[in-house]
């Protein structure tokens, strides 16, 4: 279950800095943040799925990693960012 190409572009177009931006952390931490989200939903629909589940403990690992990168190299910007993005710190 990958992201869909719109959902994707739309992301990259709204955190990038440029157009096919995908290095940049912001951008790879929404991408996770959507992934999170779809993942979510099918693990509440789907709750015996055990490999979603696993899937969403990686990703959320990810992005918790990225964050820490990110709070780490630019603590103002990733306040805004986590406030961005709704998500809890």
Request: hydrophobic fraction near 35%; charged fraction near 35%; glycine fraction near 6%.
């Amino acid at each position: 279950m990958a992201l869909a190409k719109e959902t994707t572009a739309s992301v990259i177009s709204k955190y990038g800095a440029k157009e096919g931006d995908t290095g940049n952390v912001k951008v790879q931490i929404a991408l996770l943040t959507e992934r999170t989200k779809q993942l979510t939903e099918h693990t509440k629909a789907f709750p015996k799925d055990a490999s979603a589940k696993r899937a969403l403990l990686k990703v959320v690992g990810q992005r918790r990693k990225m964050l820490r990168y990110y709070e780490r190299t630019d603590l103002e910007g990733y306040r805004a960012f986590i406030k961005e993005l709704g998500l809890r710190k």
